[in-house]
C-alpha cells in the first residue's frame, strides 16, 4: 500500500540547516510529485514546494531563498533542506503524495504521519 | 499568488445539524478547488477534488460545490466523528494555497 513517512532530527538549532528526508513506498516519485507542507502546532497548513514526476522544482516564495527539495529515486526519497532556521519554523512537517485528479485539481491523496521539529539552542 | 479565504474560523453545531464552511479564491481557479479533513493529532485527509468530487470512501454527507471564486463544503447529518478541522486548497497551480482553516466543534 501506498506509505510516506517523514524522518530527521527533531530538534535544530537556531540560524542551522533543517534535514529531513521523506521514504515512500507503494509508489514511484517518476510517477507522482511530492509536496511537503509544514503546521505550526495549532495553526493551519502551509505549502512549501513540490518535487513533480520530472525532478523539477517549485517553491512557495516566503520559503524559497532558504529551501531546496530534491529526491533519490532509486531509493524512493524525497528531501527537504531549509536554512536559516528560526523559532518561526516550529511545526510539523509532513510530505505527501500529490498527483492531479479527475483532470481538475492537483490534490494531496496520501500523507505521512508528520515530523516535529522544535528549534532551540 | 492565488489567495484562499476560508470562513468561519471556527463553527460549533450539534450531531445530526447540517453545516457549511466557505472559500474564497483571490481568481478563478476553473473549479480546481480541493477540500481536507483534519483531525486532532493525524494527517490531513482529502475529502473533495474538483470542487465537486468525493475522494473514494467518504460518505455522501459531504458535498462541495462552486465554481470561479467561490466554493463551499457542506456536512448534512453531522455524526460524532465530523468534529475536526477543514482546510481548502488551490489545486490550479503553484503555490497551492491552504485556506486558514475552519475548525468545527460540537455544541
Known amino acids: 500500500q501506498v506509505q510516506l513517512k517523514e524522518s530527521g532530527p527533531g530538534l535544530v538549532q537556531p540560524s542551522q540547516t533543517l534535514s529531513l528526508t521523506c521514504t515512500v513506498s507503494g509508489f514511484s516519485l517518476t510517477s507522482y510529485n511530492v509536496h511537503w507542507v509544514r503546521q505550526p502546532t495549532g495553526k493551519g497548513l502551509e505549502w512549501m514546494g513540490v518535487i513533480w514526476t520530472g525532478g523539477s522544482t517549485d517553491y512557495n516564495s516566503a520559503l524559497k531563498s532558504r529551501l531546496s527539495i530534491s529526491r533519490d529515486t532509486s531509493k524512493s526519497q524525497v528531501f527537504l533542506k531549509m536554512n536559516s532556521l528560526q523559532t518561526e519554523d516550529i511545526a510539523t512537517y509532513y510530505c505527501?503524495?500529490?498527483?492531479?485528479?479527475?483532470?481538475?485539481?492537483?490534490?494531496?491523496?496520501?500523507w505521512g504521519q508528520g515530523a516535529s521539529v522544535t528549534v532551540s539552542s | 499568488d492565488i489567495q484562499m479565504t476560508q470562513s468561519p474560523t471556527s463553527l460549533a453545531a450539534s450531531v445530526g445539524e447540517s453545516v457549511t464552511i466557505t472559500c474564497l479564491a483571490s481568481e478563478d481557479i476553473y473549479g480546481s478547488l480541493v477540500w481536507y479533513q483534519q483531525k486532532p493529532g493525524k494527517s490531513p485527509q482529502l475529502l473533495i477534488y474538483?470542487?465537486?468530487i468525493l475522494e473514494d470512501g467518504i460518505p455522501s454527507r459531504f458535498s462541495g460545490s462552486g465554481s470561479d471564486t467561490q466554493y463551499s463544503l457542506k456536512i448534512n447529518s453531522l455524526q460524532p466523528e465530523d468534529f475536526a478541522s477543514y482546510y481548502c486548497?488551490?489545486?490550479?497551480?503553484?503555490?497551492?494555497?491552504f485556506g486558514s482553516g475552519t475548525k468545527l466543534e460540537i455544541k
Open positions: 474538483g470542487a465537486t
Open positions: 486548497q488551490n489545486g490550479l497551480s503553484t503555490p497551492f494555497t
Open positions: 505527501a503524495r500529490g498527483p492531479y485528479y479527475g483532470y481538475t485539481s492537483y490534490v494531496m491523496d496520501a
